[in-house]
């Protein structure tokens, strides 16, 4: 397995701990892109949002994702990555993308609380319209689509089995 993965999703997919157990298992590089932000940034992903807004957001988390460098690489993207063209069409272009995708239920059961994880939404959206908008093209993006609603281990599993 030469080439680089890029794993694409809703926040609580589950795409930071697949992805480092994909970097270990393959002994690839592991970047999580919403760390190469707040790291870039100095701030985290909601400080970041809160005093620059959505567009400027998407306009940092593009150049974080146009700066890596696949070289047998597993990235996590954040789950707004999916809002750049160049961005995706770049991380399309240099690595196999794998949609982790988990039903709505399921990530209201992960995560508790959006309000303080940076998460990129339309003041007015819901977290529901969010997920809506963004599952058409997460799957439009995707090379593969692996389910992560059971556990993770049989998750790993299936994208070793598509990949």
């Known amino acids: 397995m030469g080439k680089s993965i890029s794993l694409i999703g809703m926040a609580g997919a589950g795409k930071s701990v697949l992805g480092k157990e994909l970097a270990r298992h ?10 190469l932000i707040e790291t870039n940034e100095n701030k985290s992903l909601q400080e970041i949002l809160d005093e620059s807004g959505i567009e400027k957001f998407k306009k940092i988390e593009e150049t974080a994702l146009l700066s890596v460098r696949f070289n047998q690489t597993i990235l996590a993207t954040g789950g707004s990555a999916i809002f750049s063209k160049d961005a995706m069409t770049y991380i399309k272009k240099n690595s196999s993308v794998i949609y982790i995708e988990v039903s709505f239920e399921k990530i209201l059961d992960r995560i508790a609380n959006f309000s303080n994880r940076g998460f990129v939404k339309a003041s007015d959206q819901t977290i529901q319209q969010a997920f809506n908008e963004r599952e058409g093209a997460y799957r439009d993006f995707a090379d593969h689509i692996v389910s992560n609603n059971a556990d993770l281990e049989s998750c790993f599993k299936k994208i070793l089995s598509v990949i």
Not at 27 to 33: A, G, K, P, Q, V
Request: charged letters at 40%.
């Open 26 to 35: 393959f002994d690839f590089n592991f970047i999580d892109s919403d760390k």
